[in-house]
Nanobody, 114 residues
Framework: QVQLVESGGGLVQPGGSLRLSCAGS??????IHWYRQAPGKQREWVAF???????NYEDSVKDRFTVSRDNAKNTVYLQMNRLKPEDTAVYYC??????????WGQGTQVTVSS
């Protein structure tokens, strides 16, 4: 069973950076997605990376966020630069079949505030 654990969140000022990690059996997973859920809003998709290196981003984070994976460390990263207050959310990584089942991890909180 796939188990993914998110970490790396925190409080950062606008314009700052954070790097989130998604650790687990990522090497065996083809596509891993990042999502986020802001307070009072629905969860939204942020980015994905495939095992072959295909990557895509939601428009509002394109040019600011970078997703990568380190198969040796079984970890997928989300580097977030030039953070904005509207990026404040709980960030999750997940795989398609668990998303379909409505199964989510605890996520990691990102707060962008001065």
């Amino acid at each position: 069973q796939v188990q993914l654990v998110e970490s790396g969140g925190g409080l950062v000022q606008p314009g700052g950076s954070l790097r989130l990690s998604c650790a687990g059996s990522t090497t065996s997973i083809d596509v891993i997605h990042w999502y986020r859920q802001a307070p009072g809003k629905q969860r939204e998709w942020v980015a994905f990376i495939s095992r072959t290196g295909n990557i895509n981003y939601e428009d509002s984070v394109k040019d600011r966020f970078t997703v990568s994976r380190d198969n040796a460390k079984n970890t997928v990263y989300l580097q977030m630069n030039r953070l904005k207050p509207e990026d404040t959310a709980v960030y999750y990584c997940n795989v398609p079949h668990l998303v379909a089942r409505g199964s989510w991890g605890q996520g990691t909180q990102v707060t962008v505030s001065s």
